[in-house]
């Protein structure tokens, strides 16, 4: 499996972006994204399952990040709304071949190239 994440890029607090995880080689069972800002720890932000009906959010995003899939093309949108500086960091498409939808990186089996976000004040 590879995934291709797109969409980062500079915005204004307040502002959105979106974010879109595409995968290559078979299809994705649950995904995610993880971000990691310079100089810290990698985060966990948000899973959805393989049916789009489940959703895992971090506290920290809740309410202005939203996840969905388009099972159709095997793609995952990551629509960031309400941005704040702090959500600037790389951000990392996370798959597992399986259902689980934690904030542990360890499970996730797959992970893309990153995408950096930058939200300026």
């Known amino acids: 499996v590879q995934l291709q994440a797109s969409g980062g890029g500079l915005a204004q607090a307040g502002g959105s972006l979106r974010l879109s995880c595409a995968a290559s080689?078979?299809?994705?069972?649950?995904t995610g994204w993880f971000r990691q800002a310079p100089g810290k720890e990698r985060e966990f932000v948000v899973a959805?399952?393989?049916?789009?009906?489940?959703?895992n959010y971090a506290d920290s995003v809740k309410g202005r990040f939203t996840i969905y899939r388009d099972t159709a093309k095997n793609t995952v949108y990551l629509q960031m709304d309400s941005l704040k500086p702090e959500d600037t960091a790389v951000y990392y498409c996370?798959?597992?071949?399986?259902?689980?939808?934690?904030?542990?990186?360890?499970?996730?089996?797959?992970w893309g190239q990153g995408t950096l976000v930058t939200v300026s004040s």
């Open positions: 959805i399952s393989w049916s789009g009906s489940h959703t």
């Open positions: 996370v798959a597992n071949s399986g259902s689980y939808l934690g904030q542990s990186w360890e499970e996730y089996d797959y």
């Open positions: 080689g078979r299809t994705l069972r649950s």
